[in-house]
Protein backbone atom coordinates (compact mmCIF):
# COMPACT_ATOMS: atom_id res chain seq x y z
CA UNK A 1 0.00 0.00 0.00
CA UNK A 2 1.11 4.01 -0.15
CA UNK A 3 3.42 4.64 2.62
CA UNK A 4 1.50 8.46 2.40
CA UNK A 5 -2.40 7.39 1.94
CA UNK A 6 -2.47 4.08 2.56
CA UNK A 7 -4.39 3.21 -0.79
CA UNK A 8 -3.82 -0.65 -1.64
CA UNK A 9 -2.29 -1.08 -4.72
CA UNK A 10 -3.90 -2.95 -7.99
CA UNK A 11 -2.01 -4.97 -10.64
CA UNK A 12 -1.18 -2.93 -13.16
CA UNK A 13 -0.87 0.29 -11.17
CA UNK A 14 2.52 2.47 -11.27
CA UNK A 15 4.56 3.43 -7.82
CA UNK A 16 7.27 4.61 -6.87
CA UNK A 17 9.56 2.76 -4.46
CA UNK A 18 13.24 2.99 -2.70
CA UNK A 19 15.02 0.04 -3.82
CA UNK A 20 17.17 1.12 -1.00
CA UNK A 21 15.14 0.95 2.09
CA UNK A 22 13.11 -1.89 0.33
CA UNK A 23 14.46 -4.99 2.46
CA UNK A 24 14.46 -3.50 5.61
CA UNK A 25 11.09 -0.79 5.38
CA UNK A 26 8.92 -0.59 2.16
CA UNK A 27 8.89 2.62 0.96
CA UNK A 28 6.16 3.01 -1.43
CA UNK A 29 4.46 5.93 -3.34
CA UNK A 30 1.37 6.08 -4.99
CA UNK A 31 1.49 8.42 -8.68
CA UNK A 32 -1.34 10.64 -6.77
CA UNK A 33 0.71 11.25 -3.87
CA UNK A 34 3.53 11.53 -5.76
CA UNK A 35 1.76 13.96 -8.18
CA UNK A 36 0.62 15.91 -5.07
CA UNK A 37 3.80 15.74 -2.75
CA UNK A 38 6.32 16.37 -5.45
CA UNK A 39 7.71 19.31 -5.94
CA UNK A 40 7.02 19.43 -9.70
CA UNK A 41 3.27 17.89 -9.09
CA UNK A 42 4.00 15.42 -12.05
CA UNK A 43 6.52 12.56 -13.20
CA UNK A 44 6.71 10.81 -16.47
CA UNK A 45 6.28 7.25 -17.64
CA UNK A 46 7.86 5.82 -20.88
CA UNK A 47 6.23 2.45 -22.35
CA UNK A 48 7.44 0.62 -25.63
CA UNK A 49 4.79 -1.26 -27.98
CA UNK A 50 6.98 -4.39 -29.23
CA UNK A 51 6.01 -5.58 -32.63
CA UNK A 52 3.75 -8.12 -31.74
CA UNK A 53 1.39 -5.44 -29.81
CA UNK A 54 -1.78 -4.31 -32.62
CA UNK A 55 -4.03 -2.13 -30.77
CA UNK A 56 -2.36 0.55 -28.06
CA UNK A 57 -5.57 -0.02 -26.05
CA UNK A 58 -6.66 4.15 -25.36
CA UNK A 59 -7.81 7.11 -26.94
CA UNK A 60 -6.92 10.96 -26.82
CA UNK A 61 -8.49 13.93 -27.12
CA UNK A 62 -7.01 16.92 -27.83
CA UNK A 63 -6.64 19.87 -24.65
CA UNK A 64 -5.46 22.95 -26.96
CA UNK A 65 -3.85 23.19 -30.26
CA UNK A 66 -0.09 21.51 -28.17
CA UNK A 67 -1.48 18.71 -25.88
CA UNK A 68 -2.94 15.56 -26.39
CA UNK A 69 -4.58 14.02 -23.29
CA UNK A 70 -5.79 10.23 -22.98
CA UNK A 71 -9.27 10.41 -23.02
CA UNK A 72 -10.51 6.02 -22.13
CA UNK A 73 -8.39 3.04 -21.58
CA UNK A 74 -9.73 -0.14 -22.77
CA UNK A 75 -9.91 -2.69 -19.75
CA UNK A 76 -7.19 -5.16 -20.40
CA UNK A 77 -5.60 -3.56 -22.84
CA UNK A 78 -1.93 -2.79 -23.85
CA UNK A 79 -2.22 0.94 -22.08
CA UNK A 80 -4.11 -0.58 -18.87
CA UNK A 81 -0.90 -2.95 -18.35
CA UNK A 82 1.63 -0.51 -18.95
CA UNK A 83 -0.48 1.75 -16.31
CA UNK A 84 -1.60 4.34 -18.24
CA UNK A 85 -4.40 5.96 -17.29
CA UNK A 86 -7.22 8.63 -18.21
CA UNK A 87 -5.93 12.84 -17.62
CA UNK A 88 -2.50 11.59 -18.73
CA UNK A 89 -0.78 13.55 -21.30
CA UNK A 90 0.85 11.88 -24.45
CA UNK A 91 4.08 14.00 -25.32
CA UNK A 92 6.33 11.86 -27.44
CA UNK A 93 6.33 9.11 -29.63
CA UNK A 94 9.98 7.35 -30.37
CA UNK A 95 11.48 10.41 -28.83
CA UNK A 96 9.96 12.76 -31.37
CA UNK A 97 7.54 15.85 -29.32
CA UNK A 98 3.54 14.54 -29.79
CA UNK A 99 2.55 18.12 -31.19
CA UNK A 100 4.90 18.54 -34.01
CA UNK A 101 3.54 15.28 -35.91
CA UNK A 102 0.58 16.05 -38.02
CA UNK A 103 -2.99 14.83 -36.39
CA UNK A 104 -3.02 12.24 -39.85
CA UNK A 105 0.37 11.17 -39.04
CA UNK A 106 0.12 10.79 -35.78
CA UNK A 107 -2.74 8.56 -36.07
CA UNK A 108 -0.97 6.85 -38.24
CA UNK A 109 1.46 6.22 -35.76
CA UNK A 110 -0.28 5.13 -33.35
CA UNK A 111 -2.24 2.68 -34.74
CA UNK A 112 0.51 0.72 -37.23
CA UNK A 113 4.45 1.95 -36.35
CA UNK A 114 5.84 -0.63 -34.04
CA UNK A 115 7.62 -0.77 -31.96
CA UNK A 116 7.02 2.29 -30.38
CA UNK A 117 7.92 3.99 -27.65
CA UNK A 118 5.66 6.57 -25.78
CA UNK A 119 5.95 9.03 -23.70
CA UNK A 120 3.23 10.21 -20.96
CA UNK A 121 2.89 12.70 -18.01
CA UNK A 122 0.97 11.63 -15.02
CA UNK A 123 -0.24 14.54 -12.43
CA UNK A 124 -2.28 12.15 -10.77
CA UNK A 125 -6.22 12.82 -10.03
CA UNK A 126 -6.73 15.61 -8.08
CA UNK A 127 -10.11 16.79 -8.07
CA UNK A 128 -9.92 19.98 -6.16
CA UNK A 129 -7.81 22.56 -3.41
CA UNK A 130 -8.09 22.02 -0.31
CA UNK A 131 -6.93 25.01 2.39
CA UNK A 132 -7.11 25.07 6.19
CA UNK A 133 -7.89 28.15 7.84
CA UNK A 134 -6.90 28.66 11.40
CA UNK A 135 -7.74 30.39 14.48
CA UNK A 136 -11.30 30.18 13.31
CA UNK A 137 -14.30 28.56 14.75
CA UNK A 138 -16.13 26.02 12.76
CA UNK A 139 -18.84 25.02 14.61
CA UNK A 140 -19.79 28.97 15.47
CA UNK A 141 -19.43 29.54 12.30
CA UNK A 142 -21.74 26.87 11.16
CA UNK A 143 -24.59 28.63 12.82
CA UNK A 144 -23.86 31.95 11.18
CA UNK A 145 -25.20 31.69 7.82
CA UNK A 146 -25.21 34.97 6.47
CA UNK A 147 -21.68 34.79 7.67
CA UNK A 148 -20.84 31.83 5.90
CA UNK A 149 -22.19 33.42 2.74
CA UNK A 150 -19.48 36.15 2.77
CA UNK A 151 -17.06 33.57 3.14
CA UNK A 152 -17.58 31.62 0.31
CA UNK A 153 -17.80 34.71 -1.39
CA UNK A 154 -14.62 36.25 -0.42
CA UNK A 155 -13.26 32.51 -0.78
CA UNK A 156 -14.25 32.38 -4.84
CA UNK A 157 -13.09 36.40 -5.62
CA UNK A 158 -9.55 35.47 -3.91
CA UNK A 159 -9.21 32.13 -6.01
CA UNK A 160 -10.17 33.51 -9.34
CA UNK A 161 -8.25 36.65 -8.64
CA UNK A 162 -5.07 34.74 -8.08
CA UNK A 163 -5.55 32.42 -11.51
CA UNK A 164 -6.69 35.42 -13.95
CA UNK A 165 -6.72 35.10 -17.67
CA UNK A 166 -10.15 35.96 -17.49
CA UNK A 167 -11.48 33.18 -14.90
CA UNK A 168 -14.71 35.04 -12.78
CA UNK A 169 -15.47 34.45 -9.25
CA UNK A 170 -18.71 32.33 -10.67
CA UNK A 171 -16.14 29.63 -11.94
CA UNK A 172 -14.83 28.46 -8.77
CA UNK A 173 -17.65 26.24 -6.73
CA UNK A 174 -16.35 26.65 -2.84
CA UNK A 175 -17.66 24.40 0.13
CA UNK A 176 -17.00 24.74 3.72
CA UNK A 177 -16.53 22.05 5.96
CA UNK A 178 -15.83 21.72 9.97
CA UNK A 179 -13.78 18.90 11.33
CA UNK A 180 -14.05 19.42 14.61
CA UNK A 181 -13.25 23.74 15.45
CA UNK A 182 -10.82 23.32 11.67
CA UNK A 183 -12.26 24.72 9.30
CA UNK A 184 -11.28 23.41 5.91
CA UNK A 185 -12.13 24.90 2.58
CA UNK A 186 -12.73 22.52 -0.33
CA UNK A 187 -11.97 24.53 -4.06
CA UNK A 188 -13.27 23.32 -7.67
CA UNK A 189 -12.39 25.80 -10.42
CA UNK A 190 -13.24 25.51 -14.19
CA UNK A 191 -9.55 25.35 -15.07
CA UNK A 192 -8.77 28.44 -18.19
CA UNK A 193 -8.73 26.98 -21.90
CA UNK A 194 -5.62 24.29 -22.44
CA UNK A 195 -5.04 23.92 -18.49
CA UNK A 196 -5.48 20.45 -16.89
CA UNK A 197 -7.28 21.20 -13.48
CA UNK A 198 -4.27 19.20 -11.73
CA UNK A 199 -1.99 21.56 -13.07
CA UNK A 200 -4.45 24.54 -11.76
CA UNK A 201 -4.35 23.40 -8.25
CA UNK A 202 -1.42 22.61 -7.93
CA UNK A 203 0.04 26.04 -9.40
CA UNK A 204 -2.40 27.21 -6.52
CA UNK A 205 -1.18 24.95 -4.11
CA UNK A 206 2.60 26.45 -4.76
CA UNK A 207 1.30 30.36 -4.88
CA UNK A 208 3.52 32.88 -2.29
CA UNK A 209 -0.06 34.99 -2.42
CA UNK A 210 -2.73 33.23 -2.09
CA UNK A 211 -2.49 32.45 1.92
CA UNK A 212 -1.97 35.67 2.20
CA UNK A 213 -5.23 37.22 0.20
CA UNK A 214 -7.66 34.60 1.80
CA UNK A 215 -6.26 35.22 5.23
CA UNK A 216 -6.67 39.24 4.63
CA UNK A 217 -10.08 38.68 2.75
CA UNK A 218 -11.38 36.94 6.09
CA UNK A 219 -10.08 39.46 8.67
CA UNK A 220 -11.95 42.15 6.88
CA UNK A 221 -15.21 39.97 7.08
CA UNK A 222 -18.23 41.81 9.01
CA UNK A 223 -18.71 40.22 12.51
CA UNK A 224 -15.91 37.77 11.64
CA UNK A 225 -14.93 38.60 15.13
CA UNK A 226 -17.42 36.52 16.14
CA UNK A 227 -16.35 32.93 15.37
CA UNK A 228 -12.72 33.98 15.68
CA UNK A 229 -9.93 32.48 18.33
CA UNK A 230 -7.09 35.20 17.54
CA UNK A 231 -5.67 36.24 14.12
CA UNK A 232 -6.94 33.61 11.32
CA UNK A 233 -4.41 32.25 9.16
CA UNK A 234 -4.35 29.68 5.81
CA UNK A 235 -2.00 26.97 6.91
CA UNK A 236 -2.02 24.05 4.87
CA UNK A 237 -2.75 24.35 0.96
CA UNK A 238 -2.40 21.46 -1.34
CA UNK A 239 -4.09 19.62 -3.71
CA UNK A 240 -6.78 16.66 -2.79
CA UNK A 241 -7.46 13.35 -4.58
CA UNK A 242 -10.97 12.57 -5.53
CA UNK A 243 -11.13 9.76 -2.78
CA UNK A 244 -10.80 12.62 0.16
CA UNK A 245 -13.54 15.07 -1.24
CA UNK A 246 -15.59 11.63 0.35
CA UNK A 247 -14.22 11.89 3.92
CA UNK A 248 -16.72 11.46 5.78
CA UNK A 249 -14.96 13.04 8.84
CA UNK A 250 -15.62 16.36 7.36
CA UNK A 251 -19.15 18.08 7.72
CA UNK A 252 -20.00 20.73 5.34
CA UNK A 253 -21.63 23.87 6.67
CA UNK A 254 -24.03 26.49 5.12
CA UNK A 255 -26.14 23.27 3.39
CA UNK A 256 -29.37 25.00 2.19
CA UNK A 257 -31.86 23.58 5.15
CA UNK A 258 -35.31 21.95 4.54
CA UNK A 259 -38.67 22.97 5.89
CA UNK A 260 -40.19 19.94 7.99
CA UNK A 261 -43.65 18.47 8.18
CA UNK A 262 -43.88 15.59 11.59
CA UNK A 263 -40.33 15.40 11.44
CA UNK A 264 -40.14 14.35 8.04
CA UNK A 265 -37.54 16.91 5.91
CA UNK A 266 -39.29 18.54 3.10
CA UNK A 267 -36.87 19.70 0.04
CA UNK A 268 -38.12 23.00 -2.04
CA UNK A 269 -38.96 20.33 -5.11
CA UNK A 270 -42.27 19.94 -3.01
CA UNK A 271 -42.83 23.78 -1.66
CA UNK A 272 -45.33 23.67 -4.90
CA UNK A 273 -48.44 25.49 -4.83
CA UNK A 274 -51.94 24.65 -7.15
CA UNK A 275 -53.73 26.94 -9.63
CA UNK A 276 -56.75 26.77 -7.25
CA UNK A 277 -54.68 27.53 -4.09
CA UNK A 278 -53.43 31.07 -5.57
CA UNK A 279 -56.61 31.77 -6.41
CA UNK A 280 -57.97 30.71 -2.93
CA UNK A 281 -55.52 33.31 -1.53
CA UNK A 282 -56.60 36.08 -4.03
CA UNK A 283 -60.11 35.94 -2.81
CA UNK A 284 -59.54 36.08 1.03
CA UNK A 285 -57.19 39.05 0.34
CA UNK A 286 -59.43 40.76 -0.97
CA UNK A 287 -62.52 39.51 2.08
CA UNK A 288 -60.20 40.88 4.02
CA UNK A 289 -60.96 44.44 5.29
CA UNK A 290 -57.49 45.43 6.20
CA UNK A 291 -56.01 44.71 2.28
CA UNK A 292 -55.43 47.07 0.46
CA UNK A 293 -55.83 46.57 -3.18
CA UNK A 294 -52.23 48.61 -4.14
CA UNK A 295 -50.12 45.88 -1.39
CA UNK A 296 -46.93 45.31 -2.86
CA UNK A 297 -45.61 41.34 -2.43
CA UNK A 298 -43.44 42.19 0.32
CA UNK A 299 -46.75 43.64 2.34
CA UNK A 300 -48.60 40.65 1.58
CA UNK A 301 -45.30 38.66 2.90
CA UNK A 302 -44.92 40.84 5.92
CA UNK A 303 -49.06 41.37 6.95
CA UNK A 304 -50.38 37.77 5.85
CA UNK A 305 -47.88 35.28 5.13
CA UNK A 306 -45.85 35.36 7.56
CA UNK A 307 -48.74 35.87 10.58
CA UNK A 308 -50.31 33.05 9.17
CA UNK A 309 -47.12 30.79 9.36
CA UNK A 310 -45.93 31.88 12.12
CA UNK A 311 -44.63 28.83 14.75
CA UNK A 312 -45.24 26.14 12.19
CA UNK A 313 -41.57 26.32 10.10
CA UNK A 314 -43.20 26.16 6.83
CA UNK A 315 -43.69 28.08 4.36
CA UNK A 316 -47.23 28.97 3.03
CA UNK A 317 -47.64 26.79 0.33
CA UNK A 318 -46.16 23.85 2.09
CA UNK A 319 -48.68 24.89 5.20
CA UNK A 320 -51.66 24.30 3.59
CA UNK A 321 -50.88 21.25 1.59
CA UNK A 322 -49.40 19.23 5.22
CA UNK A 323 -53.37 18.99 6.20
CA UNK A 324 -54.98 16.11 5.02
CA UNK A 325 -56.43 15.57 2.62
CA UNK A 326 -53.77 17.69 0.81
CA UNK A 327 -49.89 16.58 0.42
CA UNK A 328 -46.80 18.35 -0.17
CA UNK A 329 -47.25 19.28 -4.14
CA UNK A 330 -44.39 18.78 -6.27
CA UNK A 331 -43.46 21.60 -8.53
CA UNK A 332 -43.28 21.74 -12.21
CA UNK A 333 -43.62 25.27 -12.82
CA UNK A 334 -40.95 27.73 -11.31
CA UNK A 335 -42.13 31.19 -11.02
CA UNK A 336 -39.89 34.42 -10.43
CA UNK A 337 -41.33 37.85 -8.89
CA UNK A 338 -40.44 41.48 -7.89
CA UNK A 339 -41.03 42.13 -3.97
CA UNK A 340 -42.28 45.27 -4.83
CA UNK A 341 -44.86 44.40 -7.62
CA UNK A 342 -48.42 44.81 -6.77
CA UNK A 343 -49.52 41.20 -5.04
CA UNK A 344 -52.90 41.47 -6.61
CA UNK A 345 -51.47 42.01 -10.09
CA UNK A 346 -49.33 39.09 -9.58
CA UNK A 347 -51.78 36.52 -8.27
CA UNK A 348 -54.07 37.80 -11.04
CA UNK A 349 -51.13 37.05 -13.99
CA UNK A 350 -50.17 33.59 -12.47
CA UNK A 351 -54.32 32.66 -12.39
CA UNK A 352 -54.57 34.22 -16.41
CA UNK A 353 -50.59 32.24 -17.14
CA UNK A 354 -51.10 28.58 -15.19
CA UNK A 355 -53.50 25.61 -16.46
CA UNK A 356 -55.20 23.31 -13.36
CA UNK A 357 -52.16 20.88 -13.30
CA UNK A 358 -49.60 23.17 -13.14
CA UNK A 359 -47.77 23.35 -9.22
CA UNK A 360 -45.80 26.51 -8.82
CA UNK A 361 -42.71 27.15 -6.60
CA UNK A 362 -43.26 31.01 -5.58
CA UNK A 363 -40.58 32.33 -3.52
CA UNK A 364 -42.78 34.22 -1.43
CA UNK A 365 -45.20 31.44 -0.83
CA UNK A 366 -42.95 28.34 -0.76
CA UNK A 367 -40.39 29.60 1.40
CA UNK A 368 -40.77 29.98 5.16
CA UNK A 369 -40.45 33.79 5.79
CA UNK A 370 -41.59 34.44 9.79
CA UNK A 371 -38.09 34.13 10.66
CA UNK A 372 -39.43 33.48 14.43
CA UNK A 373 -37.00 30.13 14.70
CA UNK A 374 -39.67 27.93 14.70
CA UNK A 375 -37.82 27.01 11.45
CA UNK A 376 -35.29 28.09 9.24
CA UNK A 377 -34.66 31.44 8.37
CA UNK A 378 -34.35 32.69 4.81
CA UNK A 379 -30.39 32.59 5.05
CA UNK A 380 -31.21 28.83 6.01
CA UNK A 381 -32.83 27.88 3.38
CA UNK A 382 -31.05 29.63 0.82
CA UNK A 383 -27.53 28.11 2.17
CA UNK A 384 -24.21 29.86 1.11
CA UNK A 385 -23.48 27.81 -2.20
CA UNK A 386 -24.96 29.07 -5.42
CA UNK A 387 -25.88 25.40 -6.41
CA UNK A 388 -27.75 24.49 -3.43
CA UNK A 389 -30.41 27.25 -3.68
CA UNK A 390 -34.15 26.54 -3.54
CA UNK A 391 -34.22 27.84 -6.80
CA UNK A 392 -30.98 25.86 -7.96
CA UNK A 393 -32.89 22.27 -6.63
CA UNK A 394 -36.01 23.11 -8.22
CA UNK A 395 -34.89 23.99 -11.36
CA UNK A 396 -32.88 20.85 -11.43
CA UNK A 397 -35.74 18.74 -10.53
CA UNK A 398 -37.55 20.87 -13.73
CA UNK A 399 -34.60 19.71 -16.24
CA UNK A 400 -35.01 16.03 -14.94
CA UNK A 401 -38.53 16.07 -15.60
CA UNK A 402 -37.92 17.31 -18.97
CA UNK A 403 -35.22 15.14 -20.00
CA UNK A 404 -37.40 11.89 -18.57
CA UNK A 405 -40.34 13.32 -20.71
CA UNK A 406 -38.34 13.18 -24.11
CA UNK A 407 -36.90 9.60 -23.34
CA UNK A 408 -40.69 8.71 -22.62
CA UNK A 409 -41.59 10.54 -25.88
CA UNK A 410 -38.56 8.75 -28.21
CA UNK A 411 -39.75 5.26 -26.74
CA UNK A 412 -43.18 6.19 -27.69
Known amino acids: SCYLCGEVFTIGELMLGCEACHETEPYTICAECLATNAALHSWSLVAKADTEIQSLGFTYSTLSAERLIVEDVQQGGWAEEQGILPGDELVALNGISATSILPCRLKETLEAKRPLKLAFVYRGRCQALALQVENLDSSRLASCTQLSVALETSMRRAIAAEVGRDMRPGDVVVGLFARGEALSVRCVAVPPKGVLPCELYSKLACSRTLRHVVATNIRILNDIQAIINGIPFVGEVRPVKDWELQDSTYARIGVAQPQVVSASKVWP ?38 PLTKGTGMGYALRINSVAPHEPQEVNVMVVHSWVENAEDFLEAIIRSSCDGDVLFICALSMYQAEDGAGPSVAQQLGCYLNDTPFQQVLSQLKEHLRTQKQAAKVG
Open 269 to 306: GQWGITRAQVQQLLKNLRKDPSWNKSNTIRTMVTDVIA
